[in-house]
């Protein structure tokens, strides 16, 4: 299995940039695709970004797509969040998650569909 920690979440201004990093350990890392998940209050869960376990590709939900790039380094064990232009509506808890990479199934969209989570972080952007 993998521990996953979350860090860099803080309160930003609107229009300003964060970067959110989630540090593995355990069993290779590169073993696993990677995401980013946020939950707003009184939300559920939704999907943010993701990459597959080799960086090669990369996805990301409608509502940060050009605002938001997701990056791994196999080397360090680490997946970032790189998020700039921050609206309001951006406040959320994030989590990293991981998924072990299975025959014939690539990178997937669902929390669910995920093994490992990260405790997770908050992100606040102030109007």
């Known amino acids: 299995q993998v521990q996953l920690v979350d860090s860099g979440g803080e309160l930003v201004q609107a229009g300003g940039s964060l970067r959110l990093s989630c540090a593995a350990s355990g069993r290779a890392f590169s073993t696993y695709h990677m995401a980013w998940f946020r939950q707003a209050p009184g939300k559920e869960r939704e999907f943010v970004a993701a990459i597959s376990w080799n960086g090669i590709n990369t996805y990301y939900a409608d509502s940060v797509k050009g605002r938001f790039t997701i990056s791994r380094d196999n080397a360090k064990n680490t997946v970032d969040l790189q998020m700039s232009n921050l609206k309001p509506e951006d406040t959320a808890v994030y989590y990293c998650?991981?998924?072990?990479?299975?025959?014939?199934?690539?990178?997937?969209?669902?929390?669910?569909?995920?093994?490992?989570w990260g405790q997770g972080t908050q992100v606040t952007v102030s109007s």
């Open positions: 998650a991981a998924r072990a990479v299975r025959p014939y199934s690539g990178v997937r969209f669902f929390d669910y569909e995920y093994d490992y």
